[in-house]
Nanobody, 127 residues
């Protein structure tokens, strides 16, 4: 099993930037496809970005394409989400998730495929 702990959330003005971190323990993060999801009040959890096990394949939701960047440092057992040009509609709790896929290249946007989840970190963007 892997345990995931997110950090880096906070309050930022529109147009600003944040970098979220997801630290993994218990097992190497290289064994997992990793993703970020978010959930705003009153809304369902939605996919944000994903990175394949080898980091060679990434995929983004249309709403964040060109503004957010997912990356991973497998030796450091950490996954990041760099968020630029933030908008008030990006306000949500952001969750890190891990999928124990055997594929080095697979990414998925489907919530129930992911086996492990962090506790979430709040991101608030003021207008």
């Amino acid at each position: 099993q892997v345990q995931l702990i997110e950090s880096g959330g906070g309050l930022v003005q529109a147009g600003g930037s944040l970098r979220l971190s997801c630290a993994a323990s218990g097992r190497t993060v290289s064994a997992y496809s990793m993703a970020w999801f978010r959930q705003a009040p009153g809304k369902e959890r939605e996919f944000v970005a994903a990175s394949s096990r080898n980091g060679g394949n990434t995929f983004y939701a249309d709403s964040v394409q060109g503004r957010f960047t997912i990356s991973r440092d497998n030796p450091a057992n950490t996954v990041y989400l760099r968020m630029d040009s933030l908008k008030p509609e990006d306000t949500a709790v952001y969750y890190c998730a891990a999928d124990a896929t055997p594929s080095l290249w697979a990414v998925t946007t489907t919530t129930n495929v992911y086996d492990y989840w962090g506790q979430g970190t709040q991101v608030t963007v003021s207008s």
